[in-house]
């Protein structure tokens, strides 16, 4: 069984940690693997449901953004998971950047700081470290 760890600097640059080989890239858990999970292969309903939402989740949104430092797929902390990744539609995902301060009142929007207070187990090294699915 093949493990990986993931890690992130919170500002978005991916450490040292991350590198990792071209067979261990193959072997990791892929964003179409995290968008079948957390969307049931698209059978579940948006859960943004925001003002254009067009219903079904076909996409994934990260409360703790990529470009924040956050991961874009699964990690082995099913808790972690389910608040980071959201079953969204597309219309949902593209309000939630339009509008961020909506988005960030209705909690879909967190910051590094605020995950760090909420998962403290996954920053005892200051920095977002958790074993790949
Ligand atoms: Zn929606």
Redesign the pocket.
């Known amino acids: 069984m093949k493990t990986r760890i993931q890690s992130y600097d919170g500002e978005g640059r991916p450490s040292s940690l991350r590198r990792q080989s071209a067979k261990r890239r193959r072997s990791a858990p892929s964003r179409a693997k995290t968008v079948r999970q957390v969307t049931k292969n698209k059978t579940v309903r ?5 003002p ?6 076909e996409t994934v949104h990260e409360k703790w953004k990529r470009s924040a430092g956050g991961p874009h797929i699964l990690t082995r902390d099913a808790q972690f998971n389910a608040f980071q990744f959201v079953a ?6 593209g ?1 939630v950047e339009d509008a961020p301060t909506s988005a960030r009142e209705l909690g879909w929007v967190w910051t590094y700081e605020e995950v760090a207070r909420l998962f403290p187990q996954h920053f005892l090294t200051g920095r977002f470290l958790v074993r790949g699915d």
Do not use: F
């Open positions: 948006c859960r943004i449901d925001g254009y939402c067009s219903g079904r989740a969204c539609c597309r219309l949902c995902n309000w």
